[in-house]
Antibody
Framework: VQLVQSGAEVKKPGESLKISCKSS????????IGWVRQMPGKGLEWVAI????????TYSPSFQGHVTVSADTATSTVYLQWSSLKASDTATYYC???????????????????WGQGTTVTVSS | EIVMTQSPATLSVSPGERATLSCRAS??????IAWYQQKPGQTPRLLIY???TRATGIPARFSGSGSGTEFTLTISGLQSEDFAVYYC??????????FGGGTKVDIK
């Protein structure tokens, strides 16, 4: 299974953008797909996650209202989009596939077993 | 919102020594913690989940412990390939996730 992301983008503040993450594997609809931001030289920040089967989506409070995540099951692709970019959106964005793993106490953890290669977004005037 | 705080920000360790990394939650999260490793120029890799369960293929020198609000990742006998940044991740409110700020383990 691979997650192949769209290429690097250079945009101006205020512009819109939609980046993609295409899954090569089967059963696309049955895996949670998430997005993680990494600003230059900084740590990982969780952005949002979607279950393509029913489009159930959850956003980090830090990103809620600023980004939109969607999925197209026909093309096995998940999208992350902005309607109005800011310079502070400059970062690399990774998509992630979450696979269920059972802990020793019998609970499930949906851990990331596949990462996209990352899409670098640069927002500058 | 639960805040995850990792310490120290940077840990300098000699090869072969033990590294102890800390992750603290602002409120109890049971054992719903995972640890990821990120090497420069690479995507992260899952090491530990459920606070102490090693992921598939992870060497035994990596171990996790803790519950409630205090968690530890221990790397015994550091090898050259272990110098990296380590992140804890909270998943107690799945599907919401939270990463800690990270600890960089570098060569002393």
């Amino acid at each position: 299974v691979q997650l192949v992301q769209s290429g690097a983008e250079v945009k101006k503040p205020g512009e819109s953008l939609k980046i993609s993450c295409k899954s090569s594997g089967n059963n696309f609809s049955t895996y949670w797909i998430g997005w993680v931001r990494q600003m230059p030289g900084k740590g990982l920040e969780w952005v949002a996650i979607i279950y393509p089967g029913d489009s159930d989506t959850t956003y980090s409070p830090s990103f809620q209202g600023h980004v939109t995540v969607s999925a197209d099951t026909a093309t096995s692709t998940v999208y992350l989009q902005w309607s109005s970019l800011k310079a502070s959106d400059t970062a690399t964005y990774y998509c992630t596939r979450h696979f269920p793993m059972v802990t020793t106490d019998g609970y499930y953890y949906y851990g990331v077993d596949v990462w996209g290669q990352g899409t670098t977004v640069t927002v500058s005037s | 919102e639960i805040v995850m705080t990792q310490s120290p920000a940077t840990l300098s360790v000699s090869p072969g020594e033990r590294a102890t990394l800390s992750c603290r939650a602002s409120q109890s999260v049971s054992n719903k913690i995972a640890w990821y490793q990120q090497k420069p120029g690479q995507t992260p890799r899952l090491l530990i989940y459920g606070a102490s369960t090693r992921a598939t293929g992870i060497p035994a020198r990596f171990s996790g412990s803790g519950s409630g609000t205090e968690f530890t990742l221990t790397i015994s006998g550091l090898q050259s390939e272990d110098f990296a940044v380590y992140y804890c991740q909270l998943y107690s409110n799945w599907p919401s996730l939270t990463f800690g700020g990270g600890t960089k383990v570098d060569i002393k």
